[in-house]
């Protein structure tokens, strides 16, 4: 049995565990009726053009693993941003772990999806927001959507401004080889709320993970949020990650992703204005080595007018590595006075590594500015000179040049602690033994 | 300290100087004039270590010892230092953590310990005010949306944190409004001692009645034509170069 047919199969086994009564159980049914006609994506689909996910759906892997309870604090620790008593989801191979995390039901909801759809107190929420931005064509979604039952679930209300920063964090045993998660995460703000969240998807062993993650993210009017994704897992895991986010009218939503790790990564961005005068940033670093392969596929959909998107995304490549950017900007004929930037740029550090980049405008207002661009490159030789010529060697030179270029992305960065984790972890990718604090 | 013989160099298979000779002795202040394309930032280039310039003839010699093979950075570790005329911008690379890892680097090259800390702010400090450099500049990245002004200041504190035993400045005056002028040739006659050497390259007249210099060279197509002293850079602003070439014919 391939592993499709698996996937259609356990679902009436998955059935057992949920309430078929709850409005959701719709959307299941109806995505893996998607899912079955669709299958997985293709190279023959335009969007996974540069990506296969052959090698990777041709496979078997257990669909609810079993898991290994005894992980503590200690194991977990360094994957965490502080030791701040800040919230956290822990989640560990799919499964909430209440001893890991920190939640909260006191002026803000900071919990887990399935506890929201099971309280009847969240119905009206959940039905509300519960896959209204979810691309139906989009199948790998749709997949995630049929299997919903455990994610992230944040909920802030108007004018609420949490302290730190929130953070999901996704753990994989390796209990059982060759694993499946698909956590669900659904977030609202509401308006004049003021969010920090990071998400992080973690191995700690290196037994095949394949995660194929939706999040949902609904910004309501001035409502501020800054997402960080922090992808540095093991070379044996594979991570989906499909985000959507709805802005309505003067909102800023700032998405940042740090693609590090991982075997293959696939970034499934996209962003849906619902009002004007709307902010939307992405920006984008992956440092990659080895035969690391990483996608990032983009779309902010401009559909209102006075809104502005900003998108920059680097990359550096080593080895044999890979990797994918498709940017799509979509300014609809009501967007007047849009303004959009998108921006790749990419270092080829060995001959063997690739990019495939390509930004895509479709423009249908006529009042609008809107660029895009990008490079793919070695590091700039008169730079080199100009570092060499102060004293400092060729490897160091090209050391601090490429860590120059991938720090430049750092600057958006609000969380001091994050950032400093991130200088660092750039600096070990790199192998740069900076002569100075970072 | 510095002695170039017979100095030939070619760019991408074209010729650019043609046998160069310069002596340069400690405690010298040396100006180089020529019209564009002279091969007055080729000279520079070539005595910095620049790889796409080729030497196809002759020697350089610094402290009496032979560099001809010696890298950029070796070069600089030898005390030699280049004011560029276009200095590069370096994105996410703080004017601060560039100039800690060029120093630290010389002294690691010289079997040194790093510089404390402490140390490096208080030079850092004393060696910014000196040239009117505000402290948020050095916290910004290396020359990105620098003024020219502020890029060919930034050039000078580098030299003055460095302290090169020779300074090969490349059209630093040009850009300059004469504020910032005066300010860079401060800086400069600041650095300037018995124990070091300015080699100053300009087009004009301008910059060296700050910097005075004890000789001037004319380079033209690729050759010193004509040395003297400060007088002959006066000839030339008042003259241009034209009597110089019919004096070659």
């Known amino acids: 049995m391939d592993f499709k ?134 199948n790998l979604s749709s997949l995630n959507t049929s299997y919903t039952k455990e994610g992230a679930y944040i909920f802030i209300p108007k004018g609420i401004e949490p302290e730190d920063p929130i953070q999901i964090l996704h753990f994989a045993t390796g209990n059982q080889n060759s694993i499946w998660l698909q956590p669900r995460n659904l977030i609202i703000t509401e308006s004049n709320s003021n969010v920090q969240i990071i998400e992080r998807h973690q191995s700690l062993n290196d037994h095949k993970v394949v995660t194929n993650s939706v999040t949902e993210i609904y910004a309501e009017n001035n409502s501020f949020i800054d997402y960080y994704k922090i992808q540095n897992d093991l070379l044996s895991s594979t991570l989906i990650d499909n985000t959507f986010i709805s802005q309505e009218k003067d909102s800023n939503v700032s998405v940042h992703t740090f693609s590090f790790g991982g075997n293959l990564t696939r970034n499934n961005l996209r962003f849906y204005h619902k009002g004007s005068n709307i902010s939307s940033t992405l920006k984008g670093l992956t440092i990659l080595e080895s035969k690391q392969h990483v996608d990032h596929n983009t779309l902010v959909n401009h559909a209102k007018p006075n809104c502005e998107s ?123 033994n900076l002569g100075f604090d970072l | ?47 910095s270590g620049h790889e796409d310039y080729e030497v196809t003839k002759g020697n350089l010699y610094f402290k009496s010892n032979e560099i001809n093979e010696l890298s950029a950075s070796e070069r600089a570790h030898e005390g030699i230092f280049m004011s560029f005329q276009y200095p590069v911008e370096i994105p996410g690379l703080t004017v601060t953590n560039f100039i800690k890892t060029a120093i630290n680097e010389t002294r690691k090259a010289k079997g040194l310990d790093e510089m404390s800390s402490r140390e490096m702010l208080k030079k850092i400090r004393e060696k910014s005010s000196l040239l009117d450099i505000d402290s948020k500049f050095l916290s910004r990245s290396l020359n990105e949306g620098f003024s020219g002004g502020e890029k060919k200041r930034n050039e000078i504190f580098q030299m003055a944190m460095l302290e090169p035993e020779l300074a090969v400045l490349d059209e630093t005056d040009s850009g300059l409004d004469i504020d910032a002028l005066k300010i860079v040739a401060n800086g400069v006659i600041k650095y300037s001692n018995d124990d070091n050497a300015v080699v100053v390259i300009t087009h004009y007249q301008r910059l060296l009645d700050y910097i005075v210099p004890d000789f001037v060279h004319v380079i033209l197509d690729g050759k010193v034509i004509k040395s003297g002293d400060k007088s002959l850079a006066k000839k030339i602003e008042d003259q241009g170069y034209d009597w110089l070439k019919k004096e070659k014919k």
């Not at chain 1, 009501?334 to 959009?340: D, G, I, L, S, V």
């Open chain 1, 5 to 138: 047919e698996k996937l259609l199969d356990s679902h009436l086994a998955f059935e057992q565990d949920v309430d078929l009564l709850h409005p959701i159980h719709k959307y299941r049914k109806e995505a893996l009726k998607r899912f079955e006609e669709g299958g997985f994506p293709s190279k023959r689909d335009e969007l996974w053009k540069y990506t296969s996910l052959a090698s990777i759906t041709q496979k078997d892997y257990h669909l609810s693993p079993t898991t290994d309870s005894n992980i503590e604090l200690k194991d977990i620790k360094k994957y965490s941003l502080n030791d701040i008593d800040s919230f956290k989801l822990v989640f560990i191979d799919g499964v909430f772990s209440p001893f890991l995390s920190k939640t909260t039901h006191d002026g803000m909801d900071i919990c887990v999806l399935s506890a929201a759809i099971s309280k009847s107190k969240y119905k009206k929420t959940i039905k509300k927001y519960f896959s209204k931005i979810v691309p139906e064509d989009d």
């Open chain 1, 310 to 432: 900003h998108q920059d995304y680097k990359g550096i490549f080593s080895d044999s590595s890979i990797g994918v950017f498709n940017g799509r900007i979509i300014v609809e004929k009501e967007a007047q006075k849009t303004n959009a930037f998108q921006q790749n740029n990419n270092i080829l550090i060995t001959d063997k590594s690739k990019v495939n980049t390509k930004p895509q405008l479709e423009i249908f207002a006529d009042d609008v500015k809107c660029s895009h661009g990008c490079t793919v490159g070695q590091l700039d030789k008169q730079a080199l000179f100009y570092l060499n010529s102060r004293g400092i060697p060729e490897k160091e030179a090209r050391a601090l040049l490429t860590y120059g270029f991938a720090n430049n992305v750092l600057e958006s960065v609000k969380i001091p602690n994050l950032n400093k984790k991130i200088k660092k972890l750039i600096a070990s990718k790199l192998g740069v």
């Open chain 2, 1 to 47: 300290m510095l002695e170039i013989n017979n100095l030939h160099c070619k760019i991408e298979g074209r010729s650019i100087l043609k046998g160069v000779n310069l002596k340069v002795n400690k405690g010298e202040i040396h100006a180089i004039m020529g019209p564009n394309g002279s091969g007055k930032s080729t000279l520079a280039n070539v005595i």
